[in-house]
């Protein structure tokens, strides 16, 4: 640590705070996010292409959208989407399933418009799944349109558009 001040720093050697170390984690976790608008057609993966964080046991391709469980057992998952269905007028849904790539569909959740205007929709679920190693899954748009994955009017850059947290649990 060096005081970039001296001589006028008032204490010499300089008192520096201590360096914590940071923590080695070896659970399987991931979370991955977006901040900007993409464009999901219906049957494919929602890529979220900000991995911020992942752990030994997963691995996630953010060009796909698809996470593959490399550890066997039980996972958390939990999503949350903005989104809006291309035809977004009142009473459109948005739904996301997460499936695998075989197409087995373990948990859906929707929204719909019920705005007098196109606005988009906060689309969020949670399942807890057993899963085999090599297994590979996304959270996919089931909507039956296209649907636009978009941060809140104003805040592109600055807010979520979407995210997706995995995390072993057993």
């Not at 008032?10 to 914590?20: E, L, Q, S, T």
């Not at 049957?43 to 030994?56: F, S």
């Amino acid at each position: 640590c060096v005081c970039s001040s001296y001589p006028s720093c008032p204490i010499y050697p300089p008192v520096c705070p201590p360096v914590m170390p940071q923590p080695t984690c070896t659970n399987p976790a991931l979370y991955n996010q977006s901040t900007e608008s993409l464009t999901v057609n219906e049957g494919a993966a929602v890529p979220l292409p900000n991995v911020v964080k992942i752990g030994t046991g997963l691995s996630y391709d953010p060009t796909t959208g698809l996470i593959t469980v490399t550890a066997p057992g039980e996972y958390l998952f939990q999503w949350n989407v903005l989104a809006q269905a291309a035809s977004a007028t009142q009473g459109t849904p948005v739904v996301f399933a997460l499936q695998n790539t075989a197409g087995t569909v373990y948990a859906t959740s929707g929204n719909v418009n019920t705005a007098t205007e196109a606005e988009p929709v906060l689309v969020s679920g949670s399942t807890v799944l057993c899963l085999t190693a090599d297994t590979t899954l996304g959270l996919y748009n089931r909507s039956g349109s296209t649907v636009t994955v978009t941060p809140a009017t104003g805040t592109t850059g600055a807010a979520f558009s979407g995210s997706l947290t995995a995390v072993k649990i057993q």
